[in-house]
């Protein structure tokens, strides 16, 4: 960050001011003027990588899964993240927007640069009053290890007794600490389980604990619940390019005040922070009266409802951007690609759906694979969850580029040109309703054969036996 607000601060690392209303006419940025740039942005990735998937696990892991109270405010935990997530993403989307708009990108970058700083002054600050996990080694490596050993034991049966597999005993994990627990072999990939099978070598690369199996195991169940959210993630990659696109064709003036286009992600920020508050204050207390369930509902179920949102959003923006052709053709704006006279506020509903989808699909997909993941590979778990953001947004370029190209073909203008006015926006978001709908059905088959992962302690039950007696106590109460 403080690379960035060099680069367009420094005269030597801009290029200078360019006044054109043809683009192309401007001096082109140096060579280290585009290293320099680019640099701030590449290394802003590998910063990214490494901070998204642990600030929430090491958040989540001060909370004791042993101890019912602390189990029952860590079900509350992702909600509220995402809230504090989002509410920066708020000052994003309002304030930083205006300010480069209005004063310039030097305070634009330096103002979350200070941010920043401030952050890691916090975090230092309250790392001695953290809850710590002991590293417990390289989790690529002990999966790497157990599928090599599974496939150099292909024709090795495996026994129909599971006592028999290779295992250390419960003292040997107890010595390990809290962050490692023995776990049981299931009947699922039982291929796997070849790598725990006693042979002559106990090389770790031949011979693996049940553990270790069954660790490898969860990570790879999860696989196909992270490839159904490939696709949610390529329709948030709609907001800052499609989405906003669409809004610089149409009239942004509320009075004096002219509404810049990057800021209609506030809408879909406002609300998320809207229905993570409901979603968390009403709608589980609700639900866990019905269900009995100390979540409300299960997390895929809730990962579900996003899907069926995101779908609804996806024909929301067909209709709204058929209609906004119509207009535009009605006004003879088609060639000139001119300002369409509606307002851009006609855009809210899939801004606003957008932000509701997310409550329910991202919030639950962050806490999904963190629950999911075993013990010891939380930051693994965790990092399914920022792996889905970055992949749809490579797939979303790929769909673009390549629904354009086909569509140009055999003489056609295609769907989506420089020119919204003369494009067809609504054949490209009913397609993306189509691959929703695709996506829903795939995700309904591969959560109905989805098994969730033991826990580790007794609170989840404990939580759910308070329901019960809490339904049981009124009851009797409406008796008496």
Not at 279 to 295: A, C, E, G, H, S
Not at 449 to 472: G, H, N, P, T
Request: aromatic fraction near 12%.
């Amino acid at each position: 960050m403080s690379l960035l607000t060099l680069a367009v601060s420094l005269p030597t690392l801009k290029p200078p001011q360019c006044l054109e209303i043809d683009v192309t006419k401007c001096k082109k940025a140096s060579t280290l003027q585009l290293a320099v740039f680019y640099g701030a942005l590449y290394t802003l990735a590998v910063g990214t990588g490494g901070t998204k998937p642990n600030i929430s696990t090491i958040g989540a892991d001060q909370f004791d899964d042993f101890h019912p109270k602390e189990k029952s405010h860590k079900l509350s935990f992702f909600n509220w993240w995402m809230f504090s997530i989002f509410f920066g993403t708020l000052f994003a989307n309002t304030v930083l927007v205006y300010v480069q708009d209005n004063v310039g990108w030097t305070l634009g970058y330096a103002l979350p640069t200070l941010g920043l700083a401030i952050s890691i002054m916090i975090f230092l600050s309250g790392t001695p009053f953290y809850r710590h996990k002991l590293p417990a080694g390289s989790t690529f490596t002990r999966m790497a290890r157990v599928i090599v050993a599974a496939l150099r034991k292909w024709k090795v049966p495996v026994p129909h007794d599971t006592k028999e597999l290779y295992e250390l005993d419960m003292e040997e994990y107890a010595k390990k600490g809290s962050n490692t627990y023995r776990i049981d072999s299931t009947p699922t990939l039982r291929f796997l389980d070849k790598a725990s099978v006693k042979t002559d070598s106990t090389s770790p690369w031949m011979l693996c604990t049940v553990t270790h199996v069954e660790e490898t195991k969860q990570m790879l169940r999860m696989i196909p619940i992270l490839v159904a959210t490939f696709v949610p993630s390529t329709m948030m990659a709609q907001i800052n390019t499609l989405f906003v696109k669409q809004g610089t064709t149409l009239d942004r003036h509320i009075g004096s005040f002219k509404i810049p286009p990057a800021s209609l992600g506030a809408f879909v920020t406002l609300s998320l922070l809207v229905c993570v508050v409901l979603y968390d204050r009403f709608f589980v207390k609700i639900m866990q009266k019905l269900t009995k369930n100390p979540r409300g509902i299960t997390l895929l179920q809730r990962m579900g409802i996003g899907l069926v949102i995101h779908t609804i959003i996806m024909v929301i923006a067909s209709f709204t951007e058929r209609y906004r052709l119509s207009v535009a053709k009605e006004h003879g704006l088609v060639e000139s690609g001119g300002q369409v006279p509606l307002s851009i506020f006609i855009l809210l509903p899939q801004f606003i759906l957008m932000g509701t989808a997310d409550a329910f699909l991202e919030v639950a997909k962050i806490e999904f694979f963190y629950d999911q993941a075993p013990e010891s590979m939380k930051s693994i778990g965790t990092s399914y969850s920022s792996t889905t953001l970055g992949i749809g947004n490579f797939i979303s370029t790929f769909l673009l580029t390549t629904v354009s190209h086909i569509t140009k073909q055999h003489g056609h203008k295609g769907w989506i040109l420089n020119n919204l006015n003369d494009s067809h926006l609504d054949y490209y978001y009913a397609f993306f309703a189509v691959l929703n709908l695709l996506n829903l059905v795939f995700f309904a088959i591969v959560t109905r054969f989805y098994v969730y992962r033991v826990e580790v302690s007794d609170s989840i039950q404990v939580l759910a036996d308070e329901l019960k007696e809490k339904k049981m106590a009124n009851h009797v109460n409406l008796i008496e």
